[in-house]
């Protein structure tokens, strides 16, 4: 039996107790081994057995950990990184991988030279929403796609004060919040665009950062439109899709993080129940008949990532999320801040 992977994760707010802690808890093949807690001791109730650390550099200092989750905010993600990588650790980075793509360059050079794992923790390709989109577009159920809208919207009309989003420090806001879950998506369904064209906004009194982006970009024969916003009081579809056949609207409505808020233990197996009701809608042709019909999307598994990262740290397959997919990401964020400031169509 191959030996559990001992995995150390560097924060306990909000992503440590539902999106880390519990997949690694639960996955057979890794041991929650370390937690740091600056001040608190909220993981001793639910994680006993993990030691506490009350620092970063205190963990890194633990030779049995094998693998190191970068969970804090996203100004220390260069340097929590670099130091594991530099520790000999594997490393998972949450979104947004980095604030500049040159960062995610050296640590990927790091990676490479002490032959370490670095992957980038891009859970929603494990949304079910997400899936049942990617499943129309990989049967081509709409003919050539020639537009494409995805959102996520949300209503935050008042400041969260969560200075490392909403503060003016170097990686807040909501392009660099948000625009990674989506920017990647697009980048899995169509590959890397021409151009961008980007509409970056503050549109609450309260914050200092950007809190609304509408993204355009090019591609040679489709438009793929990206947007947020924290004033959506109603829901609208996340994701529309227009090809020369037909159509599919689908809404978010994977519900893997309201299941984890309520204390619900993840697995392998489906442990989310899908939507209740209707989500989606395909509205198209196939085998010269039209059709137009109600779906509802299968249940998502954010523990899809946690195998695939097992199995590439046991060489059975890629790395799910390589640095090249973050840094592609954040390549976008950054030129679409520069289209913003000059009102002008960046080429990529």
């Not at 997949?23 to 993981?43: D, M, W, Y």
């Not at 049967?139 to 490392?164: N, V």
């Not at 961008?196 to 309260?206: E, K, L």
């Not at 993080?257 to 899908?274: A, I, Y």
Request: glycine share 8%; hydrophobic share 35%.
């Amino acid at each position: 039996m191959q030996p559990v992977i001992k995995t150390g994760i560097c924060s306990y707010g909000m992503s440590g107790k539902l999106f880390q802690a519990p997949f690694i808890q639960a996955h057979p093949g890794f041991e929650l081994t370390a937690i740091v807690e600056r001040h608190k001791n909220e993981s001793r109730e639910r994680y006993p057995q993990s030691v506490l650390y009350r620092s970063v550099d205190e963990m890194l200092a633990d030779k049995a950990i094998n693998l190191v989750i970068v969970n804090t905010p996203v100004q220390t993600h260069y340097d929590f990184a670099k130091a594991a990588l530099q520790a000999g650790k594997h490393v998972v980075v949450e979104k947004p991988f980095v604030i500049k793509a040159d960062e995610g360059e050296k640590l990927q050079q790091i990676a490479r030279e002490k032959k370490l794992l670095l992957s980038v923790y891009q859970n929603r390709r494990y949304d079910g929403d997400y899936r049942a989109v990617k499943q129309v577009l990989d049967q081509k159920l709409l003919g050539d796609i020639k537009e494409m809208e995805m959102r996520f919207d949300r209503y935050r009309p008042s400041a969260s004060g969560k200075q490392h989003k909403e503060g003016g420090l170097p990686g807040a806001g909501t392009l660099y919040d948000l625009g990674p879950h989506l920017i990647d998506q697009a980048l899995q369904f169509f590959g890397w665009p021409k151009s961008v064209f980007a509409d970056v906004w503050i549109m609450r009194n309260d914050v200092e950062a950007d809190d609304y982006f509408e993204l355009l970009l090019y591609y040679e024969k489709l438009r793929v439109r990206v947007k947020a916003t924290c004033i959506a009081r109603e829901s609208y579809p996340a994701y529309i899709v227009h090809g020369m056949k037909g159509s599919f609207l689908q809404h978010r409505s994977d519900l893997q993080e309201q299941q984890l808020l309520t204390g619900t233990v993840p697995s392998l197996e489906s442990w989310c129940p899908p939507p209740a009701k209707p989500d989606g809608l395909l509205h198209t042709e196939i085998d010269g008949e039209v059709i137009r019909r109600e779906t509802i999307a299968e249940a998502g598994n954010y523990m899809g990532y946690f195998d695939d990262l097992y199995k590439a740290l046991r060489g059975e397959r890629e790395n799910p999320v390589p640095a090249a997919d973050g840094i592609n990401t954040i390549r976008i964020i950054e030129a679409s801040f520069k289209s913003a400031a000059s009102g002008k169509m960046i080429h990529l």
